[in-house]
Nanobody, 125 residues
Framework: QVVLEESGGGLVRAGDSLTLSCLAS??????????MGWFRQAPGKEREFVAA????????EYADSVKGRFTISRDNSRKTVYLQMNSLTPEDTGVYYC????????????????WGQGTRVTVSS
């Protein structure tokens, strides 16, 4: 079992930057050697993929809408994954969810085993 807890959301203006954090709790192998990523859900829309990173940080994946602006990273010593968001726009508004899975390949393919409860990001124009 892996428990994910997001933090760092808030209200910002367009052009600002914000960094989200997701702390993974559980047994060492389950909380460290796992693929992790971020999803978001805008008001009235379905949840969409944002970014993912493998446990060893060798592989990352980004949605086209955030590529070049967002950076996903992780600190395994702290069991935390981060999402650095730059040049934010109102289109980035939504609830951001942290997710994790035991296989990076399956994670990218759509298999995510654990989810956080989300942290809200609001970008004003």
């Amino acid at each position: 079992q892996v428990v994910l807890e997001e933090s760092g959301g808030g209200l910002v203006r367009a052009g600002d930057s914000l960094t989200l954090s997701c702390l993974a709790s559980g047994r060492t192998l389950e909380s460290v050697n796992i693929a992790m990523g971020w999803f978001r859900q805008a008001p009235g829309k379905e949840r969409e993929f944002v970014a993912a990173i493998s446990w060893n940080r060798l592989f990352t994946e980004y949605a086209d809408s955030v590529k070049g602006r967002f950076t996903i990273s992780r600190d395994n010593s702290r069991k935390t994954v981060y999402l650095q968001m730059n040049s934010l726009t109102p289109e980035d508004t939504g609830v951001y969810y942290c997710a994790a899975g035991s296989s990076y390949h399956r994670f990218i393919s759509g298999e995510r085993e654990w989810w956080g409860q989300g942290t809200r990001v609001t970008v004003s124009s």
